[in-house]
């Protein structure tokens, strides 16, 4: 069994920063891609920000410039730095990982439990 234990998030007036956690226990050979997902109510859950197990990162268009993905390889750790939050940034949060399981061959995807970011205007 693998979990994400995610930490991190809250209210935050506008313009303001937060910073989200997440850590990967368990049962795990491989930790590969990880990242982060929202979903905003009534809509579909959306990428944030990915970043492979090399440092290779990618962000969803309208979060480019003002969020950073990081990753502690040592504590199988995911970090989102967010800056500059608008309202739009509100939303459920999930971290996500890519997890070839002890004993195993193949990748499965893991979701954290999520954890609310509220941006007040």
């Known amino acids: 069994q693998v979990q994400l234990v995610e930490s991190g998030g809250g209210l935050v007036q506008a313009g303001g920063s937060l910073g989200l956690s997440c850590a990967a226990s368990?049962?795990?050979?491989?930790?590969?891609?990880m990242g982060w997902y929202r979903q905003a109510p009534g809509k579909q859950r959306e990428l944030v920000a990915l970043?492979?197990?090399?440092?290779?990162?990618n962000y969803g268009v309208s979060v480019k410039g003002r969020f950073t993905i990081s990753r502690d390889n040592a504590k199988n750790t995911v970090y989102l730095q967010m800056n500059s939050l608008t309202p739009e940034d509100t939303g459920v949060y999930y971290c996500?990982?890519?997890?070839?399981?002890?004993?195993?061959?193949?990748?499965?995807?893991?979701w954290g439990q999520g954890t609310q970011v509220t941006v007040s205007s």
């Open positions: 970043i492979t197990s090399a440092g290779s990162t």
């Open positions: 996500n990982a890519r997890i070839v399981n002890s004993g195993g061959s193949f990748e499965y995807a893991y």
């Open positions: 368990g049962s795990i050979f491989r930790l590969n891609a």
